[in-house]
């Protein structure tokens, strides 16, 4: 079965640090993958999503990147954090064959920003 | 623009009654649509799902949603509450041009004893 997998689950950064956030999916091969921002509990903005290694699609410019080094691995990172990057950080995949069309979320990552 | 709406912030029912948590959407051709749990400090948890087919969709932890294509809803239904409910609950859209999905802006779900 398919699993996904979020490190850490909980961060706490200063103003100025680089950040890096890790997502693993197992059980399948070439799925697409999302990150996601929740701000305050609330609704979902997409960051970046990735179809393939290399792949990467910004939805909304910002401080924040994301890589795909290996088919199943897909990482958030920024050079310098602000305060507004605050938030909890969600990677999806998307499902194939009896799962296709839906998305499926790791635990998230709480990033408190000081 | 394809997109959900949820437009309650905020749903409060007592403890086995029946609740709904509203959503209506905007897609162009057939719409495929979601229903996803999130509890505190958790990710999103899927429900349910409509693609074809009955317009009456079951899910997980006996939740239901009904496909209403003349009014463009799907609203989350369950026919007793239990205070575990309490979650905020997200309604979503596939999106036809490239496969991906938005999200409504979630309600939050309180069910009192």
């Known amino acids: 079965s398919q699993t996904i997998h979020q490190w850490p689950a909980t961060l706490v950064q200063p103003v100025g640090s680089p950040l890096s956030l890790e997502c693993t999916v197992e059980?399948?091969?070439?799925?697409?993958l999302y990150w996601y921002r929740q701000a305050a509990g609330r609704g979902l903005q997409l960051l970046f999503y990735?179809?393939?290694?290399?792949?990467i699609s910004s939805e909304v410019p910002q401080n924040l990147s994301a890589s795909r080094p290996q088919d199943r691995q897909f990482i958030l990172s920024s050079k310098k954090l602000l305060l507004s990057d605050s938030g909890f950080y969600l990677c999806?995949?998307?499902?194939?064959?009896?799962?296709?069309?839906?998305?499926?979320f790791g635990p998230g990552t709480r990033l408190t920003v000081l | 623009a394809q997109s959900v709406a949820q437009p309650e912030d905020q749903v409060n029912v007592a403890e086995g009654n029946p609740l709904t948590v509203k959503c209506t959407y905007s897609?162009?051709?057939?719409?495929?649509l979601f229903w996803y749990v999130q509890y505190p400090n958790r990710g999103l948890q899927f429900l349910l799902k409509?693609?074809?087919?009955?317009?009456l969709v079951k899910g997980s932890y006996g939740f239901e949603a009904e496909f209403n294509k003349s009014q463009t809803s799907f609203h989350l239904k369950k026919p007793s509450a239990l205070v575990s409910d309490s979650a905020l609950y997200f309604c979503?859209?596939?999106?036809?041009?490239?496969?991906?999905?938005?999200f409504g802006a979630g309600t939050r779900l309180t069910v009192k004893p």
């Open positions: 999806a995949w998307r499902g194939t064959g009896l799962r296709a069309n839906t998305q499926y």
């Open positions: 059980g399948t091969s070439n799925p697409n």
């Open positions: 990735s179809v393939g290694i290399g792949q």
């Open positions: 897609v162009s051709g057939n719409p495929y």
């Open positions: 409509y693609i074809t087919g009955d317009n």
């Open positions: 979503a859209v596939r999106l036809a041009y490239n496969n991906d999905m938005r």
